[in-house]
């Protein structure tokens, strides 16, 4: 059983960083792509990225292209998602999450059968 804590979370000002890590524990050699979802308070939970836990073929929201980063380090089994020039509007809790088997509905919470705990990040005007 693949189990997911995340880290990096935290208060910044407008058009800052943050990164934020995705530790895996157990097989996570037999997942097939990690995402990034957020959930701001009042709100559904959205996509962000993912990326092919394999091949390392990613894919991003409209609103994190060209700002957000995601990578992965098979050896350490740990997703990174750099987040630069932060906006007030990417306030919300950002879950990891895993799938374990191939779907094409990658940017759909319900494709994704393991979920972290979640961390805060907070953008301030």
């Known amino acids: 059983q693949v189990q997911l804590g995340e880290s990096g979370g935290g208060w910044v000002q407008t058009g800052g960083s943050l990164r934020l890590s995705c530790v895996t524990s157990?097989?996570?050699?037999?997942?097939?792509?990690m995402g990034w979802f957020r959930q701001a308070s009042g709100k559904e939970r959205e996509f962000v990225a993912a990326?092919?836990?394999?091949?390392?073929?990613?894919y991003y929201e409209d609103f994190a292209q060209g700002r957000f980063v995601i990578s992965k380090d098979n050896a350490k089994s740990t997703v990174l998602l750099q987040m630069n020039k932060l906006k007030p509007e990417a306030t919300a809790v950002y879950y990891c999450?895993?799938?374990?088997?191939?779907?094409?509905?990658?940017?759909?919470?319900?494709?994704?059968?393991?979920w972290g705990q979640g961390t805060q990040v907070t953008v301030s005007s």
């Open positions: 999450a895993a799938a374990p088997n191939y779907s094409r509905a990658i940017r759909i919470p319900s494709t994704y059968d393991i």
């Open positions: 157990g097989r996570s050699e037999s997942l097939y792509v």
């Open positions: 990326v092919n836990w394999s091949g390392g073929t990613s």
